[in-house]
């Protein structure tokens, strides 16, 4: 009777080992987040989004976990059509052996059409999701990215929606609160 239970508790262990690791392999896989390879595997980035929207501040961090500089890179912002990041392309300067840098950049929401709609709508988890801000680490002069990173976005809450874009709900031009 022990033996039958000693192996039921090892079958049990290791399906619960493979469990992990293909949601780890899963999690890694969806991200879309690595280190990168070749010269510049020793370079780590990451990105935090803080505001409550249309207009976000992106803070993308280097770091060189490496005994080498970093030098000649660049972060290029690759944002689907509704968002408008203030700066596309960010040329990195020289990154020291075990240093970080962090670049601020402000990314907009754009509205085309801020109807009823876009105020009424659910501010949820997903409402970013659609439109995710891929950032890509470059060396200068070569196409292959060395990193590539995806930062879902947040969805913007409605109340900060700016006023000019809710003037229009009718097609009068006027207040959709009739004023």
């Known amino acids: 009777m022990n033996v039958a239970m000693h192996q ?13 690791a293909t949601t780890l392999r899963d999690a890694h896989l969806r991200a879309e987040n690595s280190v990168g390879a070749g010269a510049m595997e020793s370079i780590r980035l990451s ?11 992106v803070r993308v961090e280097a770091h060189n976990c490496g005994s080498r500089p970093a030098m000649g890179l660049m ?22 052996p075990n240093g970080k840098l962090v670049f601020p950049t402000k990314v ?5 059409d801020a109807g009823p709609e876009a105020v009424l709508r659910a501010v949820g988890g997903a409402g970013g999701a659609r439109a995710p801000l891929r950032l890509v680490l470059a060396v200068g002069g070569r196409a292959p990215p060395v990193l590539a990173a995806t930062v879902p976005m947040p969805p913007t809450d409605p109340i900060m929606l700016p006023f000019d874009n809710m003037l229009n709900f009718s097609g009068t031009g006027q207040p959709a609160h009739g004023f």
């Open 47 to 57: 990105a935090e989004v803080e505001g409550l929207g249309p207009v976000f501040v």
């Open 75 to 96: 972060i290029i912002f690759q944002a689907h059509a509704s968002y408008r990041p203030a700066r596309p392309c960010i040329k990195m300067p020289l990154i020291p």
């Open 8 to 20: 039921s508790f090892q079958r049990e262990l290791n399906r619960i080992r493979l469990l992990a």
């Open 108 to 112: 907009e929401e754009l509205f085309e």
